[in-house]
């Protein structure tokens, strides 16, 4: 069955630590993962995109991980910001970008 | 300048009623979408439509109906509505139909009572 599992379901942290985020998935055959960040009351928005092969990507104080043999990927959050407080979501393509599963996302609350 | 817009942001009605969402964007894009977002958060994609084309139809109830007058539109209408179907509603376009980058509109959260 093709399945996205993130965790954890949410996490709370102080304002300046790091984070990581888990997202696994069972797809096949697997196009691109993506991660998004959605603001309460918001769309989402994209953060990185990755394909198959590749194994990192960053954007600005976020950086995301693949590791296509376990089928794993991580969004790893340097020094947090109060803005930052947003749910995260994992997103799958695969059989050739046809399909698209949305994880149930990690709802990440950053506290002053 | 908003590049991916719909109306209206908050819907209360009715069941049995029918109502349409109206989505438009202006970044020239020739894919759009529809997801909805249930009360647990889950995304779950409903249509993709490529230059007025659907490519991509999910298993919906069909009391729902997208409609793609030109590419930078795309309705979404609900026939005889249930409480069932009380959820967020995200519109959605991408460059074409293999890019990966999908901007989202602001979401319209629909109420059925």
Same mark, same amino acid.
């Given at each position: ?12 942290? %102080? ?9 696994? =998935? ?6 691109? %993962?993506?991660? =998004? ?9 994209? *953060?990185? @995109? ?10 600005? /104080? =976020?950086?995301?991980? *693949? ?7 991580? %969004? ?5 910001? *109060? ?10 393509? =695969?059989?050739?970008?046809?399909? @698209? ?6 709802? %990440?609350?950053? /506290?002053? | ?6 109306? #209206? ?18 970044? !020239? ?8 977002? $249930? ?21 919906? #109830? ?7 007058? $030109? ?12 409480? !069932? ?19 989202? !509109?602001? !979401? ?6």
């Amino acid at each position: 069955k093709n399945q996205v599992e993130q965790s954890p379901q949410s996490l709370i942290i %102080l304002e300046g630590k790091n984070c990581t985020l888990q997202c696994n =998935y069972t797809v096949s055959p697997f196009s691109n %993962l993506r991660w =998004y960040k959605q603001d309460t009351g918001r769309g989402p928005v994209s *953060l990185t @995109i990755m394909t198959f092969s590749e194994n990192t990507k960053s954007n600005g /104080r =976020y950086t995301a991980t *693949l590791d296509a043999d376990t089928k794993q990927s991580s %969004l790893h959050i340097t020094a947090s910001q *109060l803005s930052d407080s947003a749910s995260y979501i994992c997103v799958v393509t =695969y059989s050739s970008a046809s399909k @698209i599963i949305f994880g149930s996302g990690t709802r %990440l609350s950053i /506290r002053p | 300048d908003t590049a991916v817009s719909q109306t #209206p942001k908050y819907l209360v009605t009715q069941m049995g009623n029918d109502k349409s969402i109206k989505c438009e964007q202006n970044l !020239g894009h020739d894919t759009m979408y529809w997801y909805k977002q $249930d009360s647990k958060k889950f995304l779950k994609i409903m249509f993709s439509y490529n230059n007025k084309e659907l490519i991509i139809n999910e298993t919906v #109830p069909n009391r729902f109906s997208p409609k793609s007058p $030109d590419k930078a539109h795309l309705n979404l209408h609900i026939n005889s509505l249930e409480l !069932g179907d009380s959820a967020v509603y995200f519109c959605a376009s991408s460059l074409d139909r293999a890019s990966y980058e999908q901007y989202f !509109g602001p !979401g319209t959260r629909l109420t059925v009572t």
